[in-house]
């Protein structure tokens, strides 16, 4: 590059200055040289005309999502459950009556004295049910005294053994104290199940029948809350077979008890009603109390296993239960999560 000096009134160049010029054209010339060496070497690019450009693009093939191929976080997965066709006298919706008879009970079964809380008695230490009856008894009673403030409900009766059957039936058959349609003969009371318990009124050493009537209506009014139905309702002899009993109380589960007691269902009735819905079709579904919102569905037990295994369709990732009917089928039932307005009932 030319070196400039400044003498105040005009610029000149100096020797070197000549030098570095001459440098710059000579490197200038060989620039303008190379320049055109690779302009002859190089192809002109061919000229895409407008419409292909346009073609690709709509040829272009991207996928939009859409609701239906999105995954649903809401849907429960079902897996395969095995049961034993011995396990269809097991569960709570289990039938036990004048034609479909059961077994004595081996484990499970807890005292309800020690179970129970400061509202309530019971006539004896010995009187006992399955451990989640007692629990839902214990809590109905709670709910009983909240509600009325009494404390004379006593339990009068749980669970029985055939052979404690036997003695009751044997008994009442020779007196005339009872109804014929009263005492189950062994194997085909209630009691028998571990989930049925009657009441009476005791207050001041002096015991009376207990009828539903006046405060006490609310516990047959609410039972349903906890889970227990009244098991033979004087309008149902004909379907139960037994004369009415308001006394006597059965634990079948929430939502059953709900659907009963909403409906004017006994247990017979319901057990009929359940084998319209399957996994494959139309579930009944019921909502609770609270809101909660469960669904159920009948699963006949028909198998070609020689262990007598039954495959039966189940939630796999949430609480579920499986109840034998005693008569052909199971039951299950499980919380979809879903919640509605409870309807208020006073």
Same mark, same amino acid.
């Given at each position: ?8 009134? @005009? ?47 709509? &040829?272009? &093939? ?5 609701? $239906? ?16 066709? =011995? ?23 807890? *005292? ?6 400061? %509202? ?9 049910? #399955?451990?989640?009856?007692? $629990? ?9 005294? &909240? /509600? ?29 104290? %009872? ?29 009376? @029948? ?8 609310? #516990? ?22 037994? *004369?009415?009993?308001?006394? %006597? ?7 059953? /008890? ?9 247990? +017979? @009735? ?7 819905? *399957? ?31 039954? +495959? ?8 579920? =239960?499986? *109840?034998? &009917?005693? =008569? ?17 009932? +006073?």
């Amino acid at each position: 590059m030319a070196e400039y000096r400044s003498s105040g009134k @005009e610029l000149r160049k100096s020797p070197k200055g000549v030098i570095a010029g001459g440098i710059l054209f000579i490197l200038v010339l060989f620039g303008i040289y190379g320049a055109i060496r690779i302009a002859r070497n190089i192809n002109p690019l061919p000229t895409v005309p407008q419409s292909s450009v346009e073609q690709q693009t709509t &040829d272009v &093939d991207i996928p939009i999502p859409s609701e $239906t191929t999105a995954p649903d976080e809401n849907k429960i997965i079902f897996s395969y459950e095995a049961r034993f066709l =011995t396990d269809l006298a097991k569960g709570d919706l289990i039938l036990v009556n004048r034609e479909h008879e059961t077994s004595d009970l081996s484990e499970g079964l807890v *005292s309800v004295y020690e179970k129970r809380n400061p %509202h309530y008695s019971v006539r004896s230490t010995d009187i006992k049910l #399955l451990e989640h009856a007692a $629990t839902a008894l214990s809590d109905m009673m709670q709910g009983f005294y &909240d /509600a009325t403030g009494h404390e004379d409900v006593q339990v009068t009766g749980g669970y029985r053994t055939k052979s404690e059957q036997k003695k009751l039936h044997d008994k009442d058959s020779v007196t005339d104290n %009872h109804s014929p349609d009263r005492t189950a003969a062994a194997g085909h009371s209630d009691h028998e199940t571990g989930l049925a318990f009657d009441i009476n009124l005791y207050s001041d050493g002096v015991a009376a @029948e207990f009828d539903g009537t006046g405060d006490y209506a609310w #516990l047959t009014e609410h039972c349903a809350d906890y889970g227990f139905i009244q098991r033979y309702p004087a309008d149902k002899v004909e379907q139960t077979k037994f *004369s009415a009993e308001p006394w %006597h109380f059965r634990y079948v589960g929430i939502p059953h /008890a709900v659907y009963m007691t909403e409906n004017g269902l006994c247990l +017979e @009735e319901y057990l009929t009603l359940l084998r319209n819905y *399957s996994y494959e079709g139309e579930r009944l579904q019921i909502t609770d109390h609270l809101g909660q919102v469960y669904e159920t569905f009948y699963v006949t037990a028909e198998t070609e296993d020689e262990a007598g295994i039954v +495959e039966i369709p189940a939630p796999s990732d949430i609480a579920h =239960t499986i *109840s034998g &009917d005693n =008569t052909g089928g199971f039951i299950v039932t499980y919380a979809t999560g879903e919640t509605k307005t409870a309807a208020v009932t +006073e």
